[in-house]
């Protein structure tokens, strides 16, 4: 099937049923982090950015968990740096990205925009819609993982997945369709990603500047730009990325977070959960020591002493400490007072990170860590070999991923709205209309009134 085809011809329906609810529930996870971001630093200078440089004109979308109109291309840039900010959301062993950080925010940008010109948009489309954007992100990230020497971040690629997913909801032909897959990957962020993890910043993954280079690439291409080929689409060279599209599902290969922290520590806070569940002794006060043994990518993380919450997430030391001192690692834990918390840096300073060559080679395939607990009393503790929990073999139940949403949620949302979020997702695929749930997603206590844009001429969408 060639990929235009699958474009426009899917439905979610003809996505297998497991796969089905795994993007309802993709959907559910990347809303949960969105609202345990909101009121983070970066979120909040996102939201103004796109207030002061994107006003809402022809087009206008809302902002997530705001409900300010601004021009969907700032509510892109603000929904995808406000996701990446509290490092929950899911991602993908072949790509080494993600995909719904993009994908998710530029979507909603993009229906929203539909839906204020007046377009009723069904639940089963606006799914199948983000089944098709995240199936051909992965794919695509997969392709530059394929082609590129270097370890970009995600959003060099999952720019594409938008345009893929928005080109369904626009009905664009064949030929424009390919000039925004074009465009996107042209202007899609190379980034280095191992320079982030050195260098931890807000910019972190690039899902900000990948939602908005898929949301740009649509309207340039539907004003006329041109921009075909896309080599990781169309060249020989990634041809077994995309031969099985609508056969095999990269979705159902996607792992999960439970905690919102750099993946590569998450098999560390594995291991360390099940001993504080088996040795109910081990408290931060009662730590002498900690000593992880892990694979280089994730010795490099280190990050005892954050001095912000990005190095705190991408770190090992700090939200292991977290775990210890406080018995969970939620938002709270890893943004705002948090980084100077005396409880958790006390453990932080104990804890010994150290290559293993034997966990090194076994990385990509596999991400691995085991840990050694010694208490002030002499008692010892020593983890198995652990993978992350959430992987596919290592799955999140229905019930732990509820628990995740309403831990990240809870810190903006009220309990009532959460569960009429949960509802609104289940309820989606039988759904006439999403304004019940779109409803719930911008509308929000924190939304100031502002002025009514002008709308100089109508932009169809």
């Known amino acids: 099937m060639s990929l235009y085809s699958f474009v426009r011809d899917f439905r979610f329906e003809q996505a297998p049923a497991h796969t089905r609810v795994l993007l309802q529930t993709c959907l559910l996870d990347i809303l949960g982090v969105a609202a345990g971001a909101r009121d983070n630093q970066t979120s909040q200078i996102l939201r103004q950015y796109a207030l002061d440089h994107y006003p809402a004109g022809a087009l206008a979308s809302r902002l997530l968990f705001d409900g300010r109109a601004v021009h969907p291309l700032g509510a892109a840039w603000a929904g995808g740096f406000s996701v990446d900010s509290l490092d929950a959301h899911e991602g993908h062993f072949t790509s080494k990205g993600h995909a719904g950080a993009s994908v998710v925010p530029a979507l909603l940008a993009l229906v929203d925009a539909c839906r204020e010109q007046g377009r009723k948009i069904s639940g089963e489309e606006l799914l199948g819609a983000l089944c098709i954007g995240y ?94 080929p896309a080599e990781t689409v169309e060249t020989t060279a990634v041809a077994a990325q995309w031969h099985d599209l609508g056969q095999r599902w990269e979705i159902d290969a996607q792992y999960f977070k439970p905690w919102p922290v750099c993946r590569w520590a998450q098999p560390a806070l594995t291991a360390m959960t099940a001993l504080l569940a088996e040795q109910p002794q081990i408290t931060g006060e009662a730590v002498e020591q900690i000593r992880v043994e892990t694979f280089h990518e994730s010795m490099r993380l280190q990050g005892h002493t954050p001095a912000n919450a990005d190095e705190a997430q991408y770190a090992l030391a700090f939200p292991l400490a977290a775990l210890v001192a406080r018995g969970q690692v939620g938002p709270l834990e890893v943004t705002g007072a948090a980084i100077q918390a005396a409880d958790i840096l006390a453990v932080s300073r104990r804890i010994e990170i ?53 831990l990240l949620a809870g810190v903006s949302l009220d309990q009532a709205r959460r569960e009429a979020i949960e509802r609104a997702i289940a309820e989606l695929p039988a759904s006439a209309d999403c304004s019940e749930l779109f409803e719930l997603l911008f509308h929000t206590d924190i939304a100031r009134a502002m002025p009514e844009a002008a709308h100089p001429m109508e932009v169809a969408l």
Request: net charge neutral; with cysteine.
């Open 354 to 406: 150290v290559e293993a060559d034997d966990l090194s080679a076994r990385f990509p395939g596999e991400i691995l860590s085991r840990v050694t607990v010694q208490l002030k009393d002499g008692q010892r503790f020593a983890s198995p070999i652990t993978a992350a929990k959430g992987d596919p073999a290592t799955a999140m139940t229905q019930a732990e991923f509820s628990a995740k949403f309403h």
């Open 135 to 228: 199936e051909t992100a992965l794919r695509a990230g997969a392709a530059l993982m394929a082609t590129a020497p270097e370890y970009h971040a995600s959003g060099a690629f999952s720019g594409l997945g938008v345009v893929c997913a928005g080109a369904r909801l626009l009905g664009l032909d064949e030929p424009t369709f390919r000039h925004a897959l074009g465009i996107a990957e042209y202007f899609g962020p190379r980034c280095p990603m191992m320079r982030l993890v050195d260098h931890p910043s807000m910019l972190r993954d690039a899902h900000g500047a990948g939602a908005h280079a898929g949301l740009n690439a649509l309207l340039l291409a539907r004003a006329g730009v041109t921009g075909a």
